[in-house]
């Protein structure tokens, strides 16, 4: 599974993003997805998983009530509507992908992703 995310750029604070993740091949619907983030300086930290289905997901309590990860299987997309955003979410963000056999599952921890993106910024402005 080869990954690429679409939709950073600059926002205020307050403001909105879509982050898309684009997966080629045809196992996308086989994959547990998820969205980290790393700013300078700082360790890769979860944001959101979402399980094979779609029927099941998880967030960071940083984000959680402001983030929303979805997923188009029929598209091979993953997304990740960001509302009420904040300086503290500046950071580059990957979506990663994970092989598993069971479709209500998610993670969120990174050695548990097979497949990641090469990340796209994101930058809030006070």
């Known amino acids: 599974v080869q990954l690429e995310e679409s939709g950073g750029g600059l926002a205020q604070a307050g403001g909105s993003l879509r982050l898309s993740c684009a997966a080629s091949?045809?196992?996308?619907?086989?994959?547990?997805m998820g969205w980290f983030r790393q700013a300078p300086g700082k360790e890769r930290e979860f944001v959101a998983a979402i399980s094979r289905s779609g029927g099941r997901t998880d967030y960071a309590d940083s984000v959680k009530g402001r983030f929303t990860v979805s997923r188009d299987n029929a598209e091979n997309e993953v997304y990740l509507q960001m509302n009420s955003l904040k300086p503290e979410d500046t950071a580059v963000y990957y979506c990663?992908?994970?092989?598993?056999?069971?479709?209500?599952?998610?993670?969120?921890?990174?050695?548990?992703?097979?497949?990641w993106g090469q990340g796209t910024q994101v930058t809030v402005s006070s």
């Open positions: 990663a992908a994970a092989r598993t056999g069971n479709t209500g599952s998610y993670y969120s921890t990174a050695k548990q992703y097979d497949y």
């Open positions: 091949g045809r196992t996308f619907s086989s994959n547990a």
